[in-house]
Every structure is written in C-alpha cells, then in structure tokens.
C-alpha cells in the first residue's frame, strides 16, 4: 500500500528566511508527486508536480521541491518566505493508474 | 478561482438528517473526485467519477453516495448523519482527455463546510 508522510505538522518560520517543508512516501510502483497548498477558508491550490524528467520542479510563487527517488522524499523548499506563504501545505502522491493520496498536511506560520 | 464551483457554501444539519452536496466540474473536466477534510482525519479520499461512471472509490462510508451527471457536474448525498460527519467536503475535477487516468491535476472548488448539530 502506498502511504504519504509529512514530517513536520507545524514550521514556524520567519520572513524572508528559508523553509523546506518534508514529505516522504512509500510505494512499490512509480508515482506521480504534488504539492497542494491551502490558504485559509479556501479550497486546494496545485504549488508543483512531478510526473517524470528533471528531479527539480519549480512551481508557482517561488517554490520548488525535488524528487529523490532513493530515498522517496519530496521535499518543497522555498529561499525567502512572505507572511502571504501562510498556510497549509499538503503533498500528495498518486501511483499510476490509482487515486491520490495525501499527507497529513504541514502549516507554516510566516512571523514578521 | 480554480472553476469549480460547490454548493452550498455552509450548511448546518442535524443528526440522522440527509444532504446532498453538489458540485460543478470546470469546464470540460470530465472527471470529478470528492473528498472529505476534518481535523482528525485529515484530506480523506472519498470517490471519484469520469465520465458519468464510477472509477475509483476510497474511503467513503456505505451511508454516503455519490453520482455524476449527464452534464457532468456531481451530486454526493450524506445520510444517516452523524456528529462525526461535521467536516469540509471538497470537490475536484481533472482535464478532459484524462481519460480518468491519475498524473493529471486536480482543481479543487472552495468546498463546503457541513456541520452536524
């Protein structure tokens, strides 16, 4: 069965300053990787996706998050966060051919 | 906005009262997916349909059930409520010519928050 792992259920962090928000997951066959964000009283946001070629995404709004197959971590990473980056963010993993499943969630709380 | 649209926004209910939730797929999405997001379960999987048909289901309970119409959008009815049901329940759709196969993005509507009383 494939699971999602998201480390960190709080990071705390202040602006401008670097964050890297964890996720790991577990699966026997190849998976499709997201990161979703979720501002407050909204619905989910796509940040990135990883589907096959370049083990380091980009996404929107700076953030970007790299495969590594070895140790089956995607990890979203952003150099210089804003207050506005407050929220929640979820990674989700999807084996081909089957449905999304997603981690726990990780809020970050950007402070001024 | 993502395209998705969710209605209703907010409804309050009472236990062992039936609901139905309804969404809107964008614009030639064919494939629509529900999931329920509470402070203890976390963003659960629920079910999905393509195309008028059911793909896969997840974690959905035998008192909910869900239906996609001719025109696309989907209805997921809730019955036999319960306090544990209170959660947001959130709709998704995925591009046409997916052809229900999973890589494709997800668009996510601003859900509907169900409260239980």
């Known amino acids: 069965a494939q699971s999602v792992t998201q480390l960190d259920s709080q990071v705390p962090v202040f602006e401008e300053a670097p964050v890297e928000l964890r996720c790991n997951y577990s699966s026997s066959v190849s998976v499709y990787l997201f990161w979703y964000v979720q501002y407050p009283n909204q619905g989910l946001q796509l940040l990135l996706k990883y589907l096959s070629g370049s083990t380091l995404v980009k996404g929107i709004n700076g953030f970007e998050a790299e495969f590594n197959k070895s140790q089956t971590s995607f990890h979203l990473r952003k150099p210089s966060v804003h207050i506005s980056d407050t929220a929640e963010y979820f990674c989700a993993v999807t084996p081909w051919g089957s449905t999304f499943i997603f981690g726990s969630g990780t809020r970050l709380s950007v402070k001024p | 906005d993502s395209g998705v649209t969710q209605t209703p926004k907010h409804l309050i209910t009472a236990t062992g009262q039936r609901v139905t939730l309804r969404c809107s797929p964008r614009?030639?999405?064919?494939?629509v997916y529900w999931y329920q997001q509470s402070l203890d379960q976390g963003l659960q999987f629920l079910i999905q349909?393509?195309?008028?048909?059911?793909?896969a289901k997840g974690n959905i309970l035998e008192r909910f059930s869900a239906q996609q119409f001719p025109d696309l959008h989907s209805e997921l009815n809730l019955s036999s409520l319960e306090l544990g049901d209170s959660a947001l329940y959130f709709c998704?759709?995925?591009?046409?010519?997916?052809?229900?196969?999973?890589?494709?993005?997800?668009?996510f509507g601003p859900g509907t928050r169900l409260t239980v009383l």
């Open positions: 349909y393509y195309n008028g048909e059911e793909r």
């Open positions: 998704a759709s995925s591009p046409k010519g997916s052809g229900g196969s999973i890589g494709n993005e997800q668009f």
């Open positions: 614009s030639g999405d064919l494939s």
